[in-house]
């Protein structure tokens, strides 16, 4: 294993004044999640994350996931504020809009991979909403990046398919940077709508008919959960796939570039910390994550016949061998 640093550029509404949840007897936090639940290498970031911000690591915590099901989110939300929580931690776009949509009293702190004022979660990086905050690693601004690795990766390759789930907000951007991106690099891209279990099925099916090379998957709660099926699918059809995220690597995925989902969890956690402790999130300017990962499965490559060069192992943050 190698490691080197790698970095690139309508709900119920709660009535309690903002403030008075950090100082509740018994604070809790509620965390929506747009897809599965996280992993426990996620929550144990998360609970450093508080623990580094001066926060009882051992709080309780009341986990709502939406499963990829993004029309469950806004329920999900209000039962967190008819729970009188603490504060409220959502990750990614779907379920941060879900819960400022729930209320406007209860402290919110999201964790996204999008522009955050692009997306009408703040108005302003430094000086954010009343009861919003957050965290935001930008995949809306990697799309160059992304095709760069991939052509290193598999250079011969001239058609690129973009999988992205036509039901998170986050895809239109994420999909413009691509095309963007692709104009630069004269690259052929196809977008490929992913948003259900039978269509990422039929998708992979039709990767042939559409001459697609390689894959992108791009950055979406619902994909992630079903990231078994994708990886399973990538080797079933032998296209060279890259992922978002590291987790996808780790589960058997060809190549990740992306934020380290990881470090998000962790300042998360810090920034949830600071609310508990009596800080408005009005008081805290929106993070943008500049740590960026690139993850190299050797034994998924190999599979494939593909030969990874060496240039591109010596930039891996790691490599599966």
Known sequence: MRRREFISGSASIALWPLGAFAQQTHPRIGFLHQGNLPTQQLIAAFRAGLKEGGANPDIEIEHRPADGDYNRLPGLAADLVNRQVSVIAAELLPASLAAKAAT?????????????????????????????????????RLGQKNLELLRQLVPKHDVIGALANPSNPNAGPQLRDLQAASQTLQQQIVILNAKDVDEIESTFAGLASRKVDALLVTADGFLISRRDQIISLAARYAIPTMYPLSEYVIAGGLMSYGASLRDGFYQTGIYVAKVLAGAKPSDLPVLQSAKFELMINLRTAKSLGINVPASLLALANEVIE
């Not at 991979?113 to 809306?140: K, Q």
């Open 104 to 140: 406007k009293t209860v402290p919110i702190v999201f964790l996204t991979g999008s522009d955050p004022v692009g997306s009408g979660l703040v108005s302003s990086i430094a000086r954010p909403e009343a009861n919003v905050t957050g965290i935001a690693f930008l995949f809306t």
